[in-house]
């Protein structure tokens, strides 16, 4: 990328003085000009720099395999998509699981739940469990992100299989690597956490099955959502930590667990963006900056 | 100084002298003396000498110094006796309004005064020195808070129990009203709102309040304001006093001016009846204005201004001309010595009134207004004052015309009749008839004028004031030099103006000589006083009148007392005696006879005092008439500035005018000069264009000529080139001449050379004949032989050489080509990678696209299992609703079945006929309820007819199977089936022959045919048919779905139909059997299912082994790729 001779020889310069994301816009449609795209570059991308919004679905497809790699299949399997999609919400139609008033997350609920062969009966069908309250919660996100209903749903399948796929093993730990991080950023706050016992209750759920959907605005979120599609959740911990460290002082004057909870679970929606940003220089900071090498 | 001091000390008493020019060099020499002296000496010297003398003169000189003087009336405050005289003196000096005076609120004397006022329980000095506070106000305007409480206090304090004090007490009120509205108002709230004080209240305040408008101040002031020295600033004090004025609804108190010229007409008529009644006694109506004007009222004052003026501008301008302002000025500037000299009667009022011309209209009218009123109340008397002060003006108007001119005759009647008896003063009459005259001349001349500036400053009243005010004065000034009597009258009626206010003492005493119709003064006195005990029975009731007028009326009755007793030739001490008992009676009725005498003084002082107020009122007056004056003169100067400007204008519009006719004038030379220039400049450009044709005939001759010169140029180099070719030619010919003749020379010499090789030859050939003889003669040598054979080994050598050289090339050429082909190998390898590479992009995108296609098909199947789940639901359903028909008609099915399956197998095993089958397996759809469609592909009969034949085996289990469960397959009836039927599968395709295969053939052969190669699809869709069967414990119906399916995979083993035996075993099997039976033993692998499922697993191992290896191979593809790759 660097040594891309189509790339302004300025571009480092840009960074030095403080001018982010000045090329990567450009960098970004020479590496979409590839055909076949390379994944791992565009991942990597996607984990060093903001993506353009403009660009965000488009790569997020890719990346999460919605889209192939090959830009002539694109739109063949962009109609396989489509057909699939309205058959699955035809076939739910017409056996009556949904109707024309079902909310749109409810929609891809069961069209998840069909696909994933855990639908329940029409007359069994129960008030979502937490599983089914997570993917909900991702895909009001997603609806916010997205427009077109066929790419939401498709976008919010395949993030959370891919999530489960991916990271489905290495969610547990990620509260002892919040509590190591916090640690070593604010052993304060980690004490009176420990203190009060909140640090046990804090929302993980929210935090790390969700990703923080219904946590954090749609567009502080997909900043997050960018790296977690890309490869990292890790930086769920850097988030959450980040939303401790910046309410820290609102953290300390709660001495009650539920308190505690009750904050994070509403936290404030005016300066997410510089939750978000402070948190990614975070990640980068404990993580590195991940290059070409992967 | 000390020396001095006794000097002046002495001269004090000088002051007093009669002689002038002495008492002019006193005076200067005291004024001196303050001026220069820093002591107070002198000072108190002459203040103790005017308290004990009370002289003029040196009042005089004491109202020039400030500071000394007023520590020193401050001390002699304090001394009750000379409390008196010092407020006097402190009156004086506030009157002459000195510059310091507005510092007196700083020095104590204003409190000593304000001290003495609420202590002092002697009237006279009250009076006197609420007076002298009245006077003082408007000049300390901005006096504390705490000043301002102490004047109201000693308003609240005063109690009225004289005349004097209530009248004087009236004017503080007045004062206070105008000045502090706010700040007052709430005094008396206050100070009033007490019981004890209520009584006061309801007898004095309450009158008062009745003759005071509200002031604007009370709506838009606040206390504060009113305090604020800014405020009055801007106001000067004759300012104030008019202020106060305004807000006044007295006649006596009020201001005409601006504004409030228009005096309400149901009050006024009132107090002008009173003021008639006590004045005059109603007696002439036509002056009784003039007669208030001893009283100092701005109306009736004003309304003797015209006359006055108009007396002196008839008196100087003898064609009596209009009474323009420049002409009036000089006779308001100085009215007091005129009027001294030459109207001594009219002097007193010309005194107050400082005529200004502008207001001529307004007191003109008011005048006649008062004229009006007078006459009407006159008549009131008589006859009609009952309705008159009920009816409105403008709808009386005509009524009280003729009521007024009715009157009038009457009037001027009794005029006559009085006239005959008053002894009046011939004296008197020359300046009096010059006075009317000119009046008459005057508004004769004016009335245009008049009428105009009447109308437009009077508004309402436009109309009648003229008619009813000013004819009855035209009318009666008609008559004036007919009948001179009725002149003296009116100047007898004139008179007791003055003699008004004579009862005041010192200062008029010279007057009281010039006053000479005394006789007629008493007269109308007398008839004064029993006018005002009639009146006073009438009026009492209707309005409390004013203190002033009470006053007047008292001082009326004094000196009509006072005249009585002169008439009867008595001395005035006794006059005096007789009015201090009327007023005494009137006033204090409670003091003792005994010291009449003092109070009489007192009672001379405080008219006195009164008289000094209403003096400096009139002063404040006239101040203000000076600069109101002042500002007409600007206006009168403006608008003559304004008309010459308006002159001026006119001449430059007719300048205007003459310069645009010139300027006509010269537009149309213009025009003509226009004209000719246009004349001249086509005829030069017909010239031009002649003269352009002339030169464009030459050009072209010229053009022609050049041409010809041109060509006579070529022509020219034509011939020159021809010469120099000629020339050229010669040239060479010379040239070749030369070479010719060298070449001849040579030849020669070469002829000469080869006669000279012949000979050599010659002598050569002699030579070799001799050497041949000779060889002969020596024999043949080896050496020729070897010289031979040396040539010849070179030239093989040579040879050799040549061939080696050719080698070397061959090889480099062959070397060549192995680089060139080698290069060409690493192309081709490079293509190859590159096509590889390719390859596995392709493959991969078709795995992409396939991995697409492949979850669309994954979504696609289940959608079909849910489909079929909530069919099956929606079967069990229907079957557990009406169980009871579905008891009568499916054992017939029941029974039904076996036979079709007999037949279907019979029909299989002959492969004879499948509609027969066809029939019982709708029977059997029907049988189970089913809403099978008939439109069904036939091709599935025999699939169906096997479904059935399957479910007719099961008969009763439908209903246990209404629940999809996992656990379905197990009971799945196929199970006992497949083991035995695994074999047979490869027979299992409808032949060909039947109209059922070559059906299933041309329905799925492009498919086939397509799929082929791909070898993979067909055990897929069977698979499918398989897992979903299996999976789902599918029902009977289910077949109707899968079978047009389940055909497709058969046409890959038609290239081997074999026809086995076992060909009539169910078809269940076999048909989803064949296509994944040789590929099940292809593979080698054996899926976990259908070791796990045994029986079962036929079935379903199928579908599962068809996947797993299809899997496998997918993933050995990759693992190739990858490890291509890697």
Partial sequence: MADDPQRNFRSAYYEKVGFRGVEEKKSLEILL?????????????????????????????????????????????????????????????????????????????????????????????????????????????MEEIVDDPIDCYWLIKCFVNQFHTKFGDSLPHLPKSLEHYLSQEEPRLLNHLKNTGALAQLPYGLWFRRCFAGCLPESSLQRVWDKVISGSCKILVFVALEILLSYKIMLMGINRPEGVVKFLCNIPQENTDAIVTKAIDLWHKYCGTPMHAV | MAREQPNVGDLLPLLETSDLHQLEEIRGLINEQLSTERGSMLLNGLVDYFLETNSAQAMHILSFSQRHLLDKMNECMTKQACRLPTLTLLGHVIRKQPSWIHKIARYPLLLSLLKCLKTDTDVVVLITGVLVLITLLPMIPQAGKQHLWEYFDIFGRLEVYLIHLHASVYSLFHRLYGMYPCNFVSY?????????????????????????RIHPELVTGTKDHELDPTRWKKYEIHDIVIECAKVSLDPKEASCEEGYATMPENFYPQNSTCELNSSCGGKDPLWSPSSLCGMATP??????????????????????????????????????PTLSDDFPIISLPANTVQSSPPRKVCSAVMMCSYLFVSLKDAGAAENVSMTLTELSVFMKKQELELQFRTEKEREEAAITEELLKITEDTQELPGLRGFDSPFYHTTETLTGSE??????????????PFQSGFTPIDHHLHRSPSAPDDEVGKLGMFSPSPCSKTPAPVPYESFFDLALPRAASLFVGQKTSEAVHKVDGEEEGVVSASPLEVLDRLVQQGSDAHDKVLKSCVYVCEACDHVNYIIITTASPGSAPLDELHTLR???????????????????????????????????????????????LNLQSVDILSLRESLQVEQQRYRQLWDDRETVVTRLHSQIRQLQQGRDDYYTKNQELQSKLQECQKRMDELEAELQRANNKVCHTGHLLNQMT???????????????????????????????????????????????????????VETLRQSLLVQGQKLDAAQQRVAELETHLSKK????????????????????ELQASDSRYQAQRRITQLLQTELLQLYSRVEMEAPASTATSS??????????????????????????????????????????????????????STANSINGSQDLAPPLLVEPSPSCPHVNPLAPLPPSDAPLTVGSYPSAKSFLGMRARELFRNKSESQCDEEQPPPRLAGLAHGLKTELCVEPPCPGYIVPVSPAPSPIPTPAPAPTPAAATPLTVPTKEPPSEPKHRASSQESPRRKAGAGPGGGRGQGGSARPRQQHLKIMDYNETHHEHS
């Avoid at chain 2, 000076?626 to 304004?642: D, P």
Wanted: include cysteine; charged fraction near 25%.
């Fill in chain 1, 33 to 141: 000009k590839d055909n076949p795209l390379d994944l791992e570059k565009l991942s990597t991308f996607s984990q060093r720099f903001p993506l353009p919004s403009m660009y965000r679905i488009h790569v997020w497809k890719v990346l999460l395999g919605i889209l192939p790699p090959h830009s002539d299949s694109h739109n063949l399997v962009g109609g396989y998509r489509k057909e699939q999609y309205q058959d699955i919400l035809e076939a739910l139609e017409v056996m009556r699981y949904i109707n024309a008033a079902t909310p749109s997350t409810h929609v891809y609920l069961r069209m998840f739940q069909l696909e994933s062969q855990v639908l329940p009966r029409c007359s069994e069908t129960t008030a979502p469990d937490e599983e089914n309250e997570d993917f909900l919660s991702i895909s009001r996100a």
């Fill in chain 2, 188 to 212: 008396l709230r206050s100070h009033y709102s007490m019981k004890e004080n209520m009584e006061t209240f309801e007898e004095v305040v309450k009158p008062m309040l009745e003759h005071v």
């Fill in chain 2, 299 to 336: 109306p009736s004052s004003r309304g003797m201004s015209p006359n006055l003026e108009l007396s002196h501008s008839a008196s100087h301008l003898p064609t009596g001309g209009k009474g323009t302002p420049a002409s009036s000025t000089p006779a308001t500037s100085s009215p007091p």
């Fill in chain 2, 451 to 464: 009428t105009t500036a009447s109308t437009s400053a009077l508004g309402l009243e436009q109309s009648w």
């Fill in chain 2, 602 to 648: 007192s009672q001379l002082l405080l008219l006195h005092n009164q008289l000094l107020y209403e003096r400096y009122k009139r002063e404040q007056h006239a101040v203000r008439n000076r600069r109101l004056l002042r500002r007409i003169i600007n206006a009168t100067a403006l608008e003559e500035q304004n008309n010459a400007m308006k002159d001026q």
């Fill in chain 2, 742 to 796: 060298v070449k001849l020379s040579n030849s020669e010499s070469t002829q000469q050379q080869m006669s000279f090789l012949n000979k050599q030859l010659l002598l050569l050939g002699e030579a070799h004949k001799l050497s041949m003889q000779e060889l002969h003669h020596t024999g043949t040598d080896n050496t020729k032989e070897a010289q031979m054979l040396q040539v010849s080994y070179a030239k093989e």
């Fill in chain 2, 829 to 848: 390898e490079h293509l190859i990678a590159e096509q590889k590479k390719f390859l596995e992009d392709v493959k991969c995108q078709a795995k992409a």
């Fill in chain 2, 891 to 944: 054992p017939p099915g029941g029974r039904a079945d076996p036979h079709t399956l007999a037949d279907s197998r019979s029909g299989w095993g002959t492969h004879t006929n499948e509609e027969a089958a066809s029939r019982p397996s709708h029977d059997s759809a029907r049988g189970n309820g089913s809403t099978l469609s008939p439109g069904q592909p036939k091709a599935s009969n025999s699939s169906k």
